[in-house]
């Protein structure tokens, strides 16, 4: 089985910054693509960002500049970090993994965790 678990989120006031984590566990022999996804109140999941194994970092347009996701191979962990956050920032982010198993390649996502930016 493999687990996917967020942190990091909670309440912000506009322009303030948070740090999500996203730490994978148990059996599997490989992860490729990790990424973030959020889907606002109301609304559609969307990417926000994705990581290869490799290293490169792929945004949604409206985000660059302002947020920034990072990748440690040897933790299993992708990292969210953001900035000047904005009240429509507000979501639920979830993180998801292409991960390698003895049967094959198959996607695992985190439960979420809610980001609030409001004064």
């Known amino acids: 089985q493999v687990q996917l678990v967020e942190s990091g989120g909670g309440l912000v006031q506009p322009g303030g910054s948070l740090r999500l984590s996203c730490a994978a566990s148990?059996?599997?022999?490989?992860?490729?693509?990790m990424g973030w996804h959020r889907q606002p109140p109301g609304k559609e999941r969307e990417l926000v960002a994705s990581?290869?194994?490799?290293?490169?970092?792929n945004y949604a347009d409206s985000l660059k500049g302002r947020f920034t996701i990072s990748r440690d191979n040897a933790k299993n962990t992708i990292y969210l970090h953001m900035n000047s956050l904005k009240p429509e920032d507000t979501a639920v982010y979830y993180c998801?993994?292409?991960?390698?198993?003895?049967?094959?390649?198959?996607?695992?996502w985190g439960q979420g965790t809610q980001v609030t930016v409001s004064s």
């Open positions: 998801d993994a292409e991960v390698y198993r003895a049967t094959g390649w198959s996607d695992y």
């Open positions: 148990g059996s599997f022999f490989s992860i490729a693509a």
């Open positions: 990581h290869t194994a490799g290293g490169r970092a």
